[in-house]
């Protein structure tokens, strides 16, 4: 029964630690006044008392802002909700469709919820992160959620899965969410202080100091800053002990230390060997949910370096364990009675596009571990070509819309005679649709060393074959600019980029009104390709958010509705150019405002994936590097 | 005796404390129960189900069948004394009796249901027989449960100075729930045709 010393422990060390907290306000209100008197003594003759209400009002401020600023954030807080947390870092709801791994999960957490005795919350899952990790968030039964990573999902046992998922009730159980949310809320009003501080001692209009204030400015903001790293300080090494007692809950609950013990020793073995963590840019500000975190220092780590844990819950001291993709072989209980049904043939689109699909009973999760080999095979047989046509061939089979048949028929007779084409084409259309740029950027990188008629053949065919039909589609344009850009068939000359280019604020909101009008048009161009839901569907309310956020961030406040003009094929260019010259600084910005704003008007916060091509394809344009959000969109390579 | 009261005061305070606490700790076993009882009920609820289905391919195991259907209205009557008193040992100890009978009737249904090829072929067989398995899992924890909560009332209850108030406002133990483990229950069941 080791489990129940150790939440003991824990428990009493939280206590300890609140007291501690109690004593930081009361020597914060301390020290604040006996830096106060010292200034005043020596700021005035001797024989003057100090003035009336000078302590009481020294105190009452600092209680003020850090109790008033407490009781604000919480407040903030408290208006976002779990499902909104989890919809935000990217989580999908999980419902039993018949996929043994969701099921599992499902049923793994029915049981903990019962174990724990706590009510069943909604549960979610990342599905574009590969780490092993979980958390809890909400502030209420109604809307708790527990979010677990899709590499959680595929690659533990069934015993570890549950260790996993107890371990998270074991935060519920322990009220942890109240107390992180209070304790946030507490430090953020220790900083107050010191921020009124750096208030008190800024310049008045005039540029004078008024030197009473700025005395009293020192000792706040500086009292103020020592309370705000104490604070810290207090808050991290509590939550390294409501890790400690959520640990011990879950051994509780499951009654095995095996589960969680192999989830943490998988996961130090993904930090040591695969420095796997998670990968929405996002993933810091719940860190202190999360099962685990990889911390800066030890003092402001929010989570007890992962040794230690294994040690406590296994007794002894053990390696890391590596953890593979799981097959499920046994078959996970059902949940709920339903009727039985005769396998439902699938949809006759969906036999033409996949071979696999004939088996019928494929799940969605098989289906897609296959379409991941299929996809690896793929990329494996295409980067195998290295021949000039070939290279050729495959750029525009990429760029290609494979159910137009005009582009297609056009295809066929550029590839006439050349061995194997047909080959590519089906490698093409096996890729994943993240695959697409990626292979684009890495195909063109290696045509750019050919020579300059054959690319310049190379842009004209690829003209030739988006024009097939008739019509060039927005996207389709931003293919072929791009690409023009990328083998430097249209390459301005050196003289040109070197110009010394005129003077350029340093964010966006310093624009000029000539780089203001090709941003403006630029991102009216683009508001036709983002943001998108996941079918590929355009959202026309959604777009024009979307630019009216992008143009705000730009300085353009008013009437965004009526710059919303897409431009023609000469004003496209020369917008594109004039944002090419634009500094190295502003480019960047003007990107990362594109990206943030798409994701912000996604449905469910998720780009789609033509969407983040476009903004990729954008990206390269303009020489700019992908900002982090748009490169947790790929693969890495 | 300013003193004297004062002591006075601090004690009844205490003991109101670890009364309201004593009865917080109880109720959380009550609840327990509730747990393991919704679970219980829906394991009842499934087997005339099971039942049914089986006949149509089982004619000749009428006894099997007979059997299992009696261990379960045993189960269920078991279940409805001890949800009336969840502290009693003796209802507790019933029913821990009537649930390891319904269970080894079903582990034998079972056994036999093996020599019945089309009846595990049968969708619905499949799928009752699925969900039975994820609700003994639930069984399980919500039984694992209820002995937490028993454990942290006994505890609560005995431990000096509580056992005083304990004692003067009959907050009796409370009984934990065995595993179902008695003796002949861990025979192997024995197939004979």
């Not at chain 1, 010191?194 to 030197?211: E, F, I, R, Y």
């Not at chain 1, 500086?222 to 790293?229: A, K, S, Y």
């Not at chain 1, 056009?410 to 093409?428: C, K, P, Y």
């Not at chain 1, 190295?584 to 969407?611: F, I, M, T």
Request: aromatic share 6%; with cysteine; proline share 6%.
């Amino acid at each position: 029964m080791q489990f129940r010393e150790h939440q003991q422990q824990a428990q009493a060390r939280t206590a300890r630690l609140f007291a501690c907290f109690a004593l930081l306000l009361v020597a914060l209100t301390a020290f604040i006044n006996l830096f106060l008197a010292l200034a005043w003594r020596l700021l005035t003759p001797l024989g003057h008392g100090f003035p009336a209400l000078f302590f009481e009002a020294n105190t009452a401020v600092v209680l003020m802002f850090v109790l008033g600023g407490c009781w604000v954030e919480s407040q903030r807080l408290k208006s976002g909700g779990g499902p909104r947390v989890a919809r935000w870092l990217g989580g999908q709801a999980v419902q039993d469709d018949g996929d043994a791994l969701s099921r599992r999960l499902l049923n793994v957490v029915d049981e903990m919820a019962i174990a724990s005795g706590q009510p069943v919350p909604q549960v979610f899952v990342l599905p574009r992160e590969d780490a092993i990790n979980a958390f809890v968030a909400g502030w209420g039964p109604q809307d708790t959620v527990l979010c677990v990573t899709r590499g959680a999902l595929e690659r533990l046992q069934r015993a570890e899965l549950q260790g996993l998922v107890a371990h998270e009730f074991g935060h519920l159980q322990e009220d942890d969410l109240p107390l992180t949310m209070r304790m946030l809320a507490l430090v953020w009003g220790l900083s107050l202080v010191h921020g009124w501080g750096q208030s008190l001692m800024a310049t008045d209009d005039a540029g004078h100091v008024n030197p009473l204030r700025w005395l009293a400015g020192v000792v706040f903001a500086g009292v103020g800053w020592l309370g705000w790293l104490a604070g810290r300080l207090l808050q991290a090494a509590v939550t390294r002990q409501r890790e400690f007692l959520a640990d011990a809950c879950a051994v509780q609950f499951t009654r095995t230390r095996d589960g969680l013990g192999g989830v943490l020793r998988k996961v130090w073995y993904d930090q040591e060997v695969l420095a796997g963590r998670m990968r929405h840019p996002a993933a810091d500000m719940v860190s202190a949910l999360l099962l685990h975190n990889t911390g800066s220092s030890p003092w402001l780590a929010t989570h007890p370096p992962l040794p230690e844990r294994i040690r406590r819950i296994c007794g002894t001291a053990l390696p890391p364990l590596p953890a593979p993709l799981i097959r499920l072989e046994a078959t996970e209980p059902r949940r709920v009675a339903a009727p039985s049904l005769a396998p439902s043939p699938l949809p006759e689109g969906a036999i033409a596009t996949t071979p696999f699909a004939a088996q019928a009973s494929v799940s969605p999760g098989e289906l897609r571990r296959q379409q991941i080999a299929a996809d690896r095979e793929a990329v494996d047989r295409l980067r195998r070509l290295g021949g000039p046509t070939e290279l050729r061939l495959l750029v525009l089979a990429l760029m290609m819309d494979p159910h137009n048949a005009r582009e297609r028929k056009l295809w066929l007779q550029l590839a006439e005679g050349v061995h194997q084409s047909e080959r590519i084409l089906t490698d093409v259309a096996s890729l994943l649709p993240v695959r697409h740029v990626p292979e684009f950027e890495r195909v063109t990188e290696l045509l750019r060393e050919a020579p300059i008629e054959q690319r310049r053949t190379l842009v004209e065919h690829a003209r030739d074959m988006l024009r097939a039909d008739g019509k060039v589609s927005p996207r389709e344009r931003l293919w072929w600019l791009a690409l023009r850009h990328r083998v430097g068939a249209h390459r301005p000359s050196p003289g040109q980029v070197l110009r010394p280019v005129a003077p350029q604020g340093q964010s966006l909101d310093e624009l000029n009104a000539e780089q203001r009008h090709h941003a403006t048009a630029l991102s009216a161009y683009l508001a036709r390709l983002v943001p998108e839901d996941a079918t590929g569907a355009t959202l026309p309310t959604a777009n024009a958010a979307w630019f009216a956020a992008v143009m705000k961030r730009c300085g353009t406040l008013h009437r965004p509705a009526a710059d919303q003009q897409v431009p023609d094929a000469d004003a496209l260019a020369h917008a594109l150019s004039a944002i090419q010259e634009l500094s190295w600084l502003l480019r960047p910005q003007l990107l990362k405002a594109w990206v943030e704003e798409a994701v912000n008007h996604s449905p469910q916060g998720v780009l789609s994936d033509a969407g983040a091509d476009s903004l990729r394809l954008m990206a390269r344009l303009l020489d700019a590097p992908l900002p982090p959000m748009l490169e947790a969109h790929y693969p890495r390579p | 005796m300013l003193l004297l009261l004062g002591a006075a005061a601090v004690t009844v305070v205490w003991a109101t404390g670890a009364y309201n606490r004593l009865v917080r700790l109880r109720n959380d076993i009550a609840n327990a129960f509730a747990l393991i009882d919704v679970q219980l009920k829906r394991r009842h609820d499934l087997i005339p189900n099971l039942v049914e289905v089986a006949r149509k391919y089982m004619e000749h195991e009428r006894d099997t069948l007979e059997r299992v259907t009696a261990a379960r209205a045993q189960a269920m009557a078991a279940n409805d004394l001890a949800r009336s008193k969840p502290l009693e040992p003796g209802a507790l100890k019933s029913l821990t009796m009537a649930e390891s009978s319904l269970a080894s009737a079903l582990g034998r249904f079972q056994v036999v249901a093996e020599a019945y090829p089309e009846l595990k072929a049968d969708a619905q067989m499949r799928d009752l027989s699925e969900e039975l398995t994820h609700t003994e899992n639930k069984v399980a924890f919500a039984r694992q449960y209820f002995n937490d909560a028993t454990l942290l009332y006994n505890n609560a209850a005995e431990a000096f100075p509580t056992r005083i108030v304990s004692g003067l406002f009959g907050f009796r133990s409370a009984a934990m729930l065995q595993s179902t483990s008695s003796e002949a229950e861990r025979d192997p069941v024995k197939v004979s045709f």
